[in-house]
């Protein structure tokens, strides 16, 4: 069975410094991966997407998540975070060959960025 | 990037009451459209995949009698609910893709938020 795991359920960091949220996943086939962002009273905005092409997937926004097959991670980094990065952010899942829309969600990670 | 309108943001209904929630495309048409539900501090769950002149799937253990899903048209599709319940409170939230769009091009609504008196 296919799952997500987001290690951190809140992280915080302050505006210029690195951003790291971690996602673990749980797949039997080749899965495609995602990251979106919900801003508050916003709907969800893809960010980036895995879907067997290069493992390092560069998004909007100044976001990357590279693909580790090995560890079965999909972390998503940002080299300066931004006030305007302040939002929940969700890793998702969707098996290799499932429907469009069976998207597995990770619980989600807060990033509060401090000025 | 396209988008998903939802309506309304929120509601607040007595409890034994329908609700119905829309969920339109603005700019594309979608022949599939999909409704999940996100508790507090959860990660959203699909509901049931809506489909353009046909009957919706539900996913194992969504009411599909509580949860009438509607998909007319389009770029339309509606969520009620109905006799609604305390426990029905919650986030609902669709998504859409646009015909002949590639996988994962889901975009979403910002969702309706119901509140069960």
């Known amino acids: 069975a296919q799952s997500v795991t987001q290690l951190d359920s809140h992280v915080s960091v302050s505006e210029g410094t690195p951003v790291l949220l971690r996602c673990n996943y749980s797949?039997?086939?080749?899965?495609?991966l995602f990251w979106y962002v919900q801003h508050p009273n916003k709907g969800l905005q893809l960010l980036l997407k895995?879907?067997?092409?290069?493992?390092l997937v560069k998004g909007i926004n100044g976001f990357e998540a590279e693909f580790k097959k090995s560890e079965t991670s999909f972390h998503l980094t940002k080299p300066s975070a931004h006030m305007s990065d302040a939002a929940e952010y969700f890793c998702?899942?969707?098996?290799?060959?499932?429907?469009?829309?069976?998207?597995?969600f990770g619980k989600g990670t807060k990033l509060s960025v401090k000025p | 990037g396209a988008v998903v309108s939802q309506h309304p943001s929120w509601v607040i209904c007595k409890s034994g009451t329908s609700v119905k929630i829309e969920c339109r495309s603005l700019d594309f048409q979608a022949t599939t459209m999909f409704w999940y539900r996100q508790f507090p501090k959860q990660s959203l769950m699909l509901m049931a995949t809506?489909?353009?002149?046909?009957?919706?799937?539900?996913e194992q253990g969504v009411e599909k009698d509580k949860f009438l899903i509607n998909h007319a048209s389009l770029t339309l599709s509606t969520l009620t609910v109905t006799s609604a319940h305390p426990e029905d409170s919650s986030f609902y939230i669709c998504?859409?893709?646009?015909?002949?769009?590639?996988?994962?091009?889901?975009?979403f609504g910002e969702g309706s938020r119901l509140t069960v008196l």
């Open positions: 998702v899942v969707r098996e290799y060959g499932g429907s469009q829309g069976n998207l597995i």
């Open positions: 797949s039997s086939y080749s899965p495609s």
């Open positions: 998504s859409a893709s646009p015909s002949g769009g590639s996988i994962g091009e889901l975009f």
């Open positions: 895995y879907t067997s092409a290069a493992t």
């Open positions: 809506s489909n353009e002149g046909s009957k919706a799937t539900y």
